[in-house]
């Protein structure tokens, strides 16, 4: 009797318990929640470290989102894997720093006419930056991930994190096919922080633990977590065979939020660009 009593008891614990899992341990809190067909990007750039110099490309990029996950794609420029070189796409472009020290990375997205009528009409934009550094590496191989950022322009409230964006996007490749494991930036679990208009902010080393759950593995199919830890990405994807094409850094969340309709949208410098030994801007 005693035995069935405190079996009844636990099932009243498991049956009150139950209803009280946090919502948002099922839907991220920055949750896209939305869907729209692939925007694509024909502007590129070749970009030689060791000149500064910009030779036009022949990468396309697109982003997109299905079932609510953010999505991107990046098609090799020609040569593919320009020795020495990296590609920029859309927007992205090497500026002066507004505070000295050399050239730094421009990107910005913007959703002029509001949102969601930009997706539409042709007025959205975005841009990013890709690395090759450990095309044909395993996950496990990237053990430095980091940036400075900046936030540039911006109407007051506005040029704020959003929408997944701005990130690192780690497209990688098995038998089954290519997925991107996206490395999201700013404060988990909202990542919707709106930077200092006036200093750099250091991202520090995204590639440990330490970093808290911003990996966001959801479009591998064997481990759909959004927030996930460095390790525990590191596990799934080496075990399910993933190699690492590119790295990207893009900015494409100005759609988002507070960030819509404004002309600067979301405009992020980013200088100290570390994957891995090598770090761009400074070159």
């Not at 009150?16 to 925007?39: E, R």
């Not at 030779?55 to 020495?84: I, M």
């Not at 098995?174 to 490395?183: D, L």
Request: proline share 6%.
């Amino acid at each position: 009797m005693k035995r069935l009593f405190l079996s009844l008891v636990s099932l009243m614990l498991v049956m009150l318990v139950a209803p009280m899992t946090p919502v948002f341990a099922q839907t991220p809190i920055n949750y896209v929640g939305i869907n729209f067909s692939p925007i694509t990007t024909s502007v590129s750039y070749n970009y030689d470290w060791s000149t500064g110099t910009m030779t036009l490309g022949t990468a396309t990029a697109s982003v997109y989102s299905t079932q609510n996950v953010l999505e991107s794609s990046f098609s090799d420029p020609t040569p593919p894997d320009p020795n020495g070189f990296g590609t920029f796409f859309g927007t992205a472009r090497p500026v002066q720093s507004p505070t000295g020290g050399g050239a730094v990375l421009y990107e910005q997205s913007v959703c002029g006419t509001g949102y969601p009528t930009c997706f539409s009409d042709g007025t959205f934009t975005f841009g990013g930056m890709v690395m090759y550094t450990l095309r044909g590496d395993t996950l496990d191989q990237l053990t430095n991930l980091q940036t400075d950022y900046f936030a540039d322009g911006g109407a007051s409230g506005s040029n704020c994190f959003g929408g997944g964006s701005p990130r690192f996007s780690i497209s990688v490749s098995n038998s089954t096919g290519t997925h991107n494991i996206h490395v999201y930036l700013g404060t988990p679990p909202a990542f919707a922080d709106c930077p200092s208009k006036t200093s750099w902010s250091s991202s520090g080393n995204l590639a440990t633990d330490g970093a808290g759950t911003r990996w966001d593995t959801t479009q591998i199919p064997t481990c759909p977590v959004f927030y996930n830890t460095y390790s525990a990405a590191v596990t799934c994807a080496d075990a399910a065979g993933y190699t690492i094409n590119e790295v990207f850094l893009v900015t494409d969340g100005g759609w988002f939020g507070t960030n819509a309709g404004n002309s600067t949208g979301q405009t992020f410098l980013f200088r100290n660009i570390g994957v891995n030994q090598v770090t761009r801007f400074p070159q």
